[in-house]
């Protein structure tokens, strides 16, 4: 059971940037793809990002051309750059698992307001 620790979330003026760090404990390795997710007050978790281990990458169109997915493998570790913030990125982030969930980890909190 693979284990997920998000963390860099914070408050940011529209327009600006942050860096989620998603840190995984357990069989890492085994995980073929990787995704980061949302939840906005109200709203139903959706995906943003995922990235494969061969690097390849997918986004929603929400968020294309703004963030970028990257992982570290040796650090066990999938990262999402977040640029050109705007206010409707307001949510909750989270990591997991895109083929085979597991428990959710508590997420990090993201708010973007000027």
């Known amino acids: 059971q693979v284990q997920f620790v998000e963390s860099g979330g914070g408050l940011v003026q529209p327009g600006g940037s942050l860096r989620l760090s998603c840190a995984a404990s357990?069989?890492?390795?085994?995980?073929?793809?990787m995704a980061w997710y949302r939840q906005a007050p109200g709203k139903q978790r959706e995906w943003v990002a995922s990235i494969g281990r061969d690097n390849s990458r997918n986004y929603a169109d929400s968020v294309k051309g703004r963030f970028i997915i990257s992982r570290d493998n040796a650090k066990s570790t999938v990262y999402l750059q977040m640029n050109s913030l705007e206010p409707d990125d307001t949510a909750v982030y989270y990591c997991?698992?895109?083929?085979?969930?597991?428990?959710w980890g508590q997420g990090t909190q993201v708010t973007v307001s000027s």
């Open positions: 357990g069989s890492y390795f085994s995980i073929v793809l």
């Open positions: 997991n698992n895109a083929i085979r969930p597991g428990s």
